[in-house]
């Protein structure tokens, strides 16, 4: 009889032998990853992915956070004039000066007046020349050179005197120049016309006058008239500091 051919008996967990039936080998480890291609490809994808949208928003974050500056406008330089460009405005005090008083001019046999023309009205004051003639040839001549044109009434008090013809406008400015004391007998009264005196001494102002509106406040007896108030009396009362003489007009008879 045939001897019995004794039973395989198949273990689990053992491979056949010399059969590979598992497939190709499955590397564990780090290494292994690489081992699939596909999904390689497919990890390199999403992290591609991920870093472009990742760096699209830090982009917009930044832009956000830091706003495109407004450019400034651009600066026109303006270039400098030379100095035969400057137009200089001469100042009254600047056109009207003379080294010394003016010459003789006046005829002291005629009758002068003049008329100052204010903002608030005209004063007509006759002139004293046969009594101070120098004082009225001097008066005479800065009006006729329109010395005393816009210039300020610098002082005003009813219980006092008015005063202007200072181009500076604060009781210091002048022509240039100063005159002499002139004495005369005439004595002030209300609307008398006289001339501050000088910053030398026995000398008058060159162009500073006042216009009497209360004699016993003057105290000084260095003064002497040139000249009255004839018409206007209640312009000359109306004025205030600050008011306008316009201009002094001259008639001579």
């Known amino acids: 009889m045939p001897k019995k051919q004794p039973k395989r008996i198949k273990r689990k967990g053992r491979r056949p032998r010399g059969v590979d039936w598992s497939g190709p080998e499955t590397k564990h480890g780090p290494f292994g990853l690489f081992s699939n291609v596909r999904l390689f490809y497919i990890i390199g994808i999403i992290i591609m992915v991920g870093s472009l949208a990742l760096g699209g928003n830090l982009c917009r974050n930044r832009a956000s956070s830091n706003p495109t500056p407004t450019p400034a406008a651009a600066e026109t330089e303006t270039p400098t004039p030379s100095?035969?460009?400057?137009?200089?405005?001469?100042?009254?005090?600047?056109?009207?000066?003379?080294?010394?008083?003016?010459?003789?001019?006046?005829?002291?046999?005629?009758?002068?007046?003049?008329?100052?023309?204010?903002?608030?009205?005209?004063?007509?004051?006759?002139?004293?020349?046969?009594?101070?003639?120098?004082?009225?040839?001097?008066?005479v001549f800065l009006a006729q050179q329109s010395f005393f044109k816009d210039m300020s009434f610098y002082y005003a008090d009813t219980n006092s005197f008015v005063a202007s013809g200072d181009p500076a406008g604060n009781g210091k400015g002048g022509p240039g120049y100063e005159l002499a004391n002139e004495p005369n007998s005439r004595t002030f009264g209300i609307g008398s016309v006289g001339m501050f005196a000088g910053e030398a001494a026995g000398m008058r102002a060159g162009s500073r006058f006042f216009i009497v509106l209360n004699p016993s406040r003057l105290d000084s007896t260095d003064f002497w008239p040139f000249g009255e108030v004839k018409s206007g009396m209640d312009v000359l009362q109306s004025l205030v500091k600050g008011d306008t003489l316009l201009s002094v007009d001259i008639q001579v008879q």
């Open 83 to 139: 100095p035969d460009q400057i137009t200089v405005t001469p100042t009254v005090e600047q056109v009207k000066q003379w080294p010394a008083a003016p010459a003789m001019t006046i005829d002291t046999t005629k009758t002068y007046t003049a008329t100052i023309k204010t903002n608030k009205g005209d004063i007509e004051v006759s002139l004293f020349a046969a009594d101070a003639p120098n004082t009225v040839n001097n008066f």
